[in-house]
């Protein structure tokens, strides 16, 4: 999977946009959000068969598979209107009230508010392998390492976005903050331009080996190698306990990282930072003033079983689940409740062994793979041990079964000197009485399967006992 990631700011926002080349199960992506304006991400037209998203301040912009581009959102400067025949696009970035596209053959295209020359490109760019976008600036990462900036810089004090340093190279990733731009360099080392007003251009000892950057409103987010966020400038207390983590974005009120797995974790106004409960498989991520919108599969998954049949103890078992909408790296769980003693469900789905205990237990299984579960809640009835093998002894019964400490033994008919023998399962006599008629005490006897032989001086019974 091939990942470009992407910066954009609106006069006070900021986004990244990741790139995602291919689809697990070929599940479809859908737009999906949280935060205000659910109208940037709700209820969108041609929101399916998406690989890239990008969020402006009013808009959002989008890459199909096939290559072309969708909009959505505010038209003020015409920053939705697609320029005709666009198409080979890659990678999308929304600024403020512009949009740029990045195409295969590594030319850009810009549409919409030029007042500050942001929909001008460069003569002769050409040769690029990643965009951003904040505001009226624009960033373009050649193929050679090097970056190209145009539009308007967003100035501190003394510097801005586009005051790149001299002889800057090595790039493989770009950023850009209100006030600041961000590159990451092919060994791993951060270089910030611009404001220092909050202490940006101070980059920590501890960042190093980094492979992901994302400039914000007046501080700079580094991912380390190890997934861990280091921030600094104004907010650097935010995400710093988050793990795992893949890229990240940030915009005035939140930050939302994106974890190897496929999940969000955001912090922020806690207005707009709740992601969706159980949303996993997320491909692409990207955030502005107040909401983030998000690019994830259009998951059905459910499970298929239907009632399970019956089981009994000490005979084999085996019940195979199976679900829909489920593919790569499968994996099933018991998500609560337990099993019967004695049986196993595997992560390919299937529940097996021989039950040790007469049981009606309840569970949830969980199935789930990269991007996609489901749960269904299930009970397993577990018959008694069949104990009568010679039915010369009517109505014979052994009770309880399985036992723990004692066990009491019926007979509907009297019988002359009755005894018990009690074998493990190796055939050793373990235990004998010739008192039925009260309660026997099998505490000294190990957990396990026993036998049981009641004779009498006219006719022998065999019977199970499974002490715990």
Known sequence: MNIYHYVLKASLLFLMSIQVFGQDCNLPLKVGGFGDRP?????IPDGSNLKAISAGGAHVVAVKEDGTVVAWGSNEYGEIDIPTGLSGVKAVVAGEKHSVALKEDGTVVAWGDNRAGQTTIPNGLQGVKAICSRGSANLALKEDGTVVGWGYSQKGLYFGQLDLPNNLSGVKAISLGAVNGVALKDDGTVVVWGDNGNGQLIIPAEVKNIKAIAGGDYHI???TQEGNVICWGNANSYLRDATNVKEIVTSPQIMVALTEDGKLIADGLPRISQVPVGLSGVKAVACNYDYTVYLAPVCNASVESADLPNASMEKPYSFKFNATDICNNVNWTIASGSLPLGLELSASGTLSGTPEESIEAQFTLRVKDETCEAQKDFLLKVNGIDNIVNPDFPGLQIYPNPAAN???????????????????????QVLKTDNVSQRIDISSLSSGLYYIQLTSSQKTAHLKLLKN
């Open 221 to 223: 987010l580094a991912v």
């Open 406 to 428: 004692f066990i009491d033994i019926k007979l509907t008919q009297a019988s002359d000197n009755v005894s018990l023998t009690f074998f493990d399962s190796k055939g050793n």
């Open 39 to 43: 109208h940037l991400y709700t209820g």
